[in-house]
Each structure stands twice: as C-alpha cells, then as structure tokens.
C-alpha cells in the first residue's frame, strides 16, 4: 500500500496499521495527546526496540575473512561477497584490498598482486577471467 499525503496524522494512523502483536500492543497503549508528529511517532518507536536492531555487517568482517585451506577460488568469492554486499558506506577499493588479503597464496593470489585491481568491477573481471581458465584446464 503507498500513501501519498503531507498530512503526518495520516502517516501515523498508516503506521499504526503496519504493526503487529506486541508492537501494536505498544502503541495502543501510548496515552492520549503523546503523539504530535511522525518524527515523535518514529523516535519513540525507535527508542521502544531498538534492542532489537539487527547489527550490520562492518568492514571489520572482511578484513577477519580467509580463504579456506579446501575452500574453492569459486566459493569463497561467493562466500566473500555475499558479506561484501552487506556493508554499508565503505570505499570499494578497501573491499578489494580487504579480498587480495583474504586469498590464500596461490595462482589467482599471484596474478592479483601482480597488478592490483582498481575496483570491484576490475576485480570481478579479473576473477571471472581466471575462474573460466581453471574451471576449463580441470575438464
């Protein structure tokens, strides 16, 4: 459902019909006249269960990560992006440098270093590149 109005009061009664057992126990019991704006709706909201706030994923993640002793190149890439994407706010070219630690010596870590990728876009290239030539030397 969209609703488009400048009205907060109308904001507020579409919010109240979002929620749920025990946050919409919550709000019905909020006293009368407590509410006077969205942005007081929200920040009450917020204050109310902000425990249960799940935690981002931070850079600090990618830098912990390794690649497996029997971990494929293919799965820990995917492994490695899958947490790559959950990160918010961080330069690419951290991410790459946070991937080219991560490698365990081998081909793929001597062709990265080599000549460093620029971005993620260059490092994917790259990465695909090199997956199509092992992938085709193995069959």
Not at 3 to 13: M, N
Request: a neutral charge; charged letters at 25%.
């Amino acid at each position: 459902m969209a609703v488009y109005s400048p009205d907060e009061l109308v904001w507020c009664r579409v919010f109240s019909l979002s929620l749920k057992e025990e946050a919409l126990d919550w709000f019905h019991s909020l006293l009368p006249a407590t509410i006077d704006s969205f942005t007081t709706l929200r920040q009450m909201f917020s204050q109310q269960y902000a425990s249960n706030k799940v935690p981002g994923v931070t850079y600090t993640a990618l830098v912990r990560m390794r690649q497996g002793r029997d971990e494929s190149l293919r799965a820990f890439i995917y492994r490695f992006n899958r947490t790559a994407r959950q990160v918010r706010n961080v330069d690419q070219r951290l991410i790459v440098g946070a991937l080219t630690a991560a490698l365990r010596p081998g081909p793929f870590f001597d062709y990265l270093h080599a000549e460093e990728p620029q971005s993620m876009e260059e490092l994917q290239d790259r990465l695909a590149s090199f997956i199509r030539v092992e992938e085709g030397r193995a069959h």
